[in-house]
């Protein structure tokens, strides 16, 4: 069993920055894929970014070059530094580690404000 717990949410201007971190209850590096999901109201839970355990990351198109996604195998922690917001980024950021199966964060909220 794993468990997740997100924290860095917020309410900011666009073109501001923010950075999510997610804490797990097991040691990370038995985790094969650690990431990060949204979901905007009325739409599908989607892929944001995923990393690796030999930290191959992957980005959704629309945030490349904006944000990051980092492990942290000393703290157990999966960040994920969010610059240049945009209003589209607004959501429900979800923290997923895959390891038999998934396992998910309970969310925290970003809302990026025009």
């Known amino acids: 069993q794993v468990q997740l717990v997100e924290s860095g949410g917020g309410l900011v201007q666009a073109g501001g920055s923010l950075r999510l971190s997610c804490a797990a209850s097991?040691?990370?590096?038995?985790?094969?894929?650690m990431g990060w999901y949204r979901q905007a109201p009325g739409k599908q839970r989607e892929l944001v970014a995923t990393?690796?355990?030999?930290?191959?990351?992957n980005y959704v198109d629309s945030v490349k070059g904006r944000f990051t996604i980092s492990r942290d195998n000393a703290k157990n922690t999966v960040n994920l530094q969010m610059n240049s917001l945009k209003p589209e980024d607004t959501g429900v950021y979800y923290c997923?580690?895959?390891?038999?199966?998934?396992?998910w964060g309970q969310g925290t909220q970003v809302t990026v404000s025009s």
């Open positions: 997923n580690a895959r390891r038999n199966r998934d396992f």
């Open positions: 097991v040691s990370i590096w038995t985790i094969n894929v």
């Open positions: 990393v690796t355990s030999g930290d191959w990351t």
